[in-house]
């Protein structure tokens, strides 16, 4: 195991279905590498002979889904995932998606926020040196991102699914993709062109269909790390279940656990 692995999980306190899933993440990256070439059947299939839940990506790039049940701490999750990536693999580029615009401000304050409660980097040395830089929906055409000036070291985007999904009604383009007078190309196509991008998406079966993420899907990051608490989507012929689950930790094993309290 990654000698980050221990670490990590020590300074963030991990319970031990986020250690698993960390643990799991690590064992993902020694059998099929994430790389901007890689070879996607390839790279399924060595999951699939490890972990026979993950029948399909799902998408054009390896996206795999950590099912948590609420209140596990999904989000603090992200936080090691990120902190692993960086440190095991000098992974610097991370795009997170959040459903709605209540996720989306609570997960820049966790993520930039030193002295929020729920500072998902806390304990992490190296970041407490370099924090990473936050680039956000609201803020990512004010800044050239290779300027160093403000996009330094490690880089969390973090965006609305639902803005864009409102941006891209009647077949549109997403804002994203419009020309930056910074950078002489969209913000868009300079995160697609990024050797390490990795793609978070939290909540994620609310927007899997939805117009917004078909068209963020085409950025191709090098691995899509999906978290719910919900590994399905309904449909008229019913619940859909997600065939790229590699974690599952249901409520009722959470209860058991008691990392959730039962409900009255």
């Known amino acids: ?70 209140g596990v701490g999904k989000t603090r999750l992200m936080g090691a995932f990120i902190s692993y990536l960086h440190l095991a693999h000098g992974i610097d580029n991370f795009f997170v998606l959040s459903p709605n ?34 680039i956000t929906g609201d803020n990512y055409d004010q800044h050239d991102p290779r300027s160093g000036t403000l996009f330094g070291g490690v880089r969390i985007n973090i965006f609305n699914i639902s803005k864009i999904n409102s941006e891209v009604r009647g077949g549109k383009s997403p804002r994203i993709k419009r020309l930056s007078e910074y950078i002489g190309e969209s913000y868009f196509d300079y995160l697609a062109g990024l050797p390490d991008l990795v793609m978070l998406m939290d909540e994620s079966h609310r927007y899997r269909a939805s117009a917004g993420i078909r068209a963020i899907n085409e950025l191709k990051p090098i691995l899509g790390l999906e978290l719910t608490a919900t590994p399905f989507v309904e449909t008229a012929r019913g619940a859909l279940p997600f065939k790229n689950v590699i974690v599952d930790y249901p409520l009722g094993q959470a209860m058991k656990d008691g990392f959730v309290k039962e409900p009255a």
């Not at 299939?45 to 026979?52: G, T, V």
């Not at 609570?106 to 304990?123: E, M, P, Q, T, W």
């Open 1 to 70: 195991m990654n000698r980050h692995v221990n670490a990590i999980a020590g300074r963030l306190s991990l319970r031990h279905p986020q250690r698993r899933s960390l643990e799991i993440l690590d064992r993902i990256t020694e059998i099929a590498p994430p790389d901007k070439g890689a070879d996607v059947p390839a790279m399924l299939e060595a999951i699939r002979c490890e972990f026979p839940s993950v029948t399909d990506f799902e998408r054009d790039f390896p996206s795999l889904c950590f099912a948590l049940a609420t």
């Open 101 to 134: 615009l209540t996720i989306y401000n609570k997960l820049i304050a966790d993520f930039s926020d030193r002295n929020h409660l729920k500072y998902v980097f806390r304990g992490i040395a190296e970041f407490a040196v370099n924090a990473p830089s936050i």
